[in-house]
């Protein structure tokens, strides 16, 4: 899990990962807060992180059991608290707190302290539906706070789409159909969001309260003693000197940095500033090297084992043990990155481009000798995930195991400045989620307070006429909208109530639907006209911003069209059969490469596709792929050696165009070729 969720998408996030790019050449964020804020910050984090061990582990300090509300409550408001010190006013992160920010930050913590006061009067009295007049206008207060707590953390887009939701249940009645619902007064859906179970305190944050907090704490962490250095010496050890070698360390390097922090810019801006020119250096193109980091720091947060904080919302969706979650989504982030490894390859041996020079690359044994500890950490953590299955509990473990591991290492050694800066980091990162989704959850409440999900759903497959493939290209076309305004998480959370029940209606399989919904909301970080992973990457390549996103379309292909082949086939999630799963995931991962190849023009180890004739050939490996990794479904009711077989009729001239290409001499030069040359 993360040090940072994923906040920074929507109008006006880029420019503010612009401003936090100073992480990387000057102070962090949670350095920049100082004075009495950063006393507060670190105060309040370490109260919230007390109450999180306290109740996860039950250890009933001074006697005192929390209900599950109270806890939430108090959880949720510390946190929201924090966010009006740590996010300025018109964007950005640290600072010093004006009056306002010192205002709305006690205005907080006396709404949460009366939440939590009333929590168990709310529950034996059902205030969602008929709450007092003070606890109504208490209500009004916090949800205010809340909406203004997700501008500065989410940004314009996500506020303004959350406020309208927020409010939906007051003039639902006067919408057309399908979207009509029962209507509320004012007075009446505000306190359902914020005293029921269904809204701003329901799954989102009751996932963020049992799981995600443990996995933001491990993040942030394991980046403060060394983690990220560890993991990019690793890929240059492993990559770095065969061809593109800089580009595959990128690939390797942002894979295991997102997948911890589960933040796409935060991964693009720490592990772009090192990979981006090392890529430059050894002859890729400025959009290229731009394109590619964007697309590895986007599949970082769809890789187990941490994912990001949307697999633990899922697995609260669902009502699954994460390691679940993770585990299906092993093969699709293996596809994903299988495919733009193959592209990175194909291009290299296209453009002849070298390795690193191993003089300049890191000796494995030492890499090893001084990053054990990390793989250590990293097997207790899946040992007590996947064996023992204690997810709450595992990063809250494997912390302490690291931070007394870490002392022991004078080179990442924690002293008091650096344990201070952490600390404000954790509550930063922690702060800028619950804000989060403290308000996206109004959106699943006003769904549930109007009964409009129900609707919804019926209207989407009555729309598809019982066609599977129709629904799934409106829920991909719906995910990539909504993805282009909001957070991985808040677009998941959204299409887990609006779109994922009709998929499943129309007969998918639950966790596929679910991952397909997640895997299309990332599309958009590499798809113009947002594409902000791949624009930030631009900055820092020199390159063109739009030109990039299209390369890092071009580069990122297979993320389209994965999602298909897994909601259409359960084994390629792990959900079949042992011999099947491998048959699938082999055709797989043989289809995507040959897709890869000829999205690039050449195909590794055989020769390049070029002249007149190389588009259509191109063209001819490209569906040849399609065919051997498509999955055995109604839409092709063929089996795998069926598909297999076309696939392999149609990429055969392709292959041996491309054999006799790079393996035939050239012919002599005419006159005019001469002249020419």
């Not at 920049?32 to 507060?40: E, L, M, N, Q």
């Amino acid at each position: 899990m993360s040090s940072a969720p994923d906040p920074d998408h929507g109008p006006g996030a880029f420019e503010r990962a612009e401003r936090d790019r100073v992480e990387i050449d000057g102070a962090t964020p949670a350095e920049r807060i100082s004075g009495p804020a950063r006393w507060v910050v670190i105060a309040l984090t370490v109260a919230a992180l007390a109450l999180v061990v306290n109740q996860l582990f039950n250890l009933r300090t001074f006697g005192v059991v929390l209900i599950e509300g109270r806890y939430l409550y108090i959880l949720g408001g510390l946190f929201l608290a924090i966010a009006f010190l740590v996010f300025q006013m018109r964007g950005g992160k640290g600072g010093t707190p004006s009056v306002l920010d010192w205002t709305l930050f006690a205005a907080t913590l006396g709404c949460t302290a009366y939440l939590s006061q009333t929590a168990q009067t709310n529950l034996s009295q059902g205030w969602e539906y008929a709450a007092p007049e003070t606890a109504q206008w208490v209500s009004v207060v916090f949800f205010l706070l809340v909406l203004e707590g997700t501008r500065r953390a989410g940004g314009l887009v996500l506020f303004l789409i959350v406020t309208v939701f927020a409010l939906y249940p007051t003039f639902a009645g006067y919408v057309p159909d399908p979207f009509s619902g029962f209507q509320s007064s004012f007075l009446e859906a505000i306190p359902y969001h914020v005293y029921s179970a269904e809204s701003s305190f329901g799954i989102p944050m009751k996932a963020f309260g049992g799981v995600v907090i443990g996995f933001i704490l491990f993040g942030a962490v394991l980046q403060r003693t060394g983690g990220g250095q560890f993991f990019n010496d690793l890929a240059l050890t492993l990559v770095g000197g065969y061809r593109g070698g800089a580009a595959k360390v990128s690939i390797f390097a942002s894979g295991f940095m997102g997948s911890m922090s589960g933040s796409v810019i935060s991964n693009v801006l720490t592990t772009g500033a090192v990979s981006i020119p090392a890529m430059r250096r050894t002859g890729f193109s400025a959009k290229t090297a731009a394109a590619t980091e964007a697309c590895a720091s986007t599949g970082g947060v769809l890789m187990p084992p941490i994912m990001g904080a949307t697999a633990f919302v899922m697995a609260s969706f669902l009502s699954r043990p994460y390691v679940e979650i993770a585990l299906a989504a092993v093969i699709p982030s293996l596809l994903f990155y299988w495919a733009l490894f193959a592209q990175i390859d194909a291009y290299s041996a296209r453009r002849g481009l070298k390795g690193i020079p191993r003089p300049d690359l890191p000796v494995m044994r030492q890499v090893l000798r001084e990053g054990w500890p990390y793989i250590f950490v990293f097997a207790l953590l899946l040992f007590m995930m996947i064996v023992m299955r204690r997810e709450t509990s595992a990063p809250f473990y494997a912390v302490v195991l690291l931070l007394v591991v870490n002392q022991f290492r004078a080179s990442h050694r924690l002293d008091l400045h650096r344990f201070a800066n952490m600390i404000v980091g954790v509550g930063l990162s922690l702060a800028e989620l619950t804000a989060i989704l403290l308000g996206v959850g109004l959106i699943v409440g006003a769904f549930s307070a109007t009964g409009l999900a129900g609707t919804l759903v019926n209207e989407l497959v009555f729309m598809a006429g019982d066609n599977i493939l129709v629904l799934l290209l409106m829920g991909a076309l719906t995910a990539f909208i909504f993805g282009m305004g909001m957070t991985v998480t808040a677009c998941y959370i959204f299409l887990a109530v609006v779109l994922a029940p009709a998929l499943e209606a129309g007969g998918l399989n639950q966790l596929a639907a679910h991952l397909f919904i997640l895997y299309w909301g990332m599309v958009s970080y590499i798809t113009p006209p947002v594409a902000l992973g791949a624009f930030a990457a631009s900055t820092m390549a020199g390159s063109n911003p739009i030109a990039t996103g299209f390369e890092a379309m071009r580069l990122g292909g297979v993320i389209y069209i994965a999602p298909f082949f897994f909601v259409l086939n359960p084994a390629l999630i792990g959900q079949a059969p042992a011999v099947e799963v491998t048959v699938a995931v082999t055709c797989a991962l043989i289809g995507v490469a040959l897709i890869s190849m000829a999205l690039q023009g050449y195909v590794s180890l055989v020769g390049p596709l070029r002249g007149r004739a190389g588009l259509p050939l191109r063209g001819l490996l490209f569906f040849g792929g399609l065919f051997i990794a498509a999955p055995k479904t109604e839409l092709l009711p063929l089996g795998y050696a069926a598909s297999f077989g076309i696939g392999l009729v149609l990429s055969a001239l392709p292959l041996v165009v491309a054999w006799r290409s790079e393996h035939t001499p050239p012919g002599p030069k005419s006159d005019a070729e001469r002249i020419r040359a």
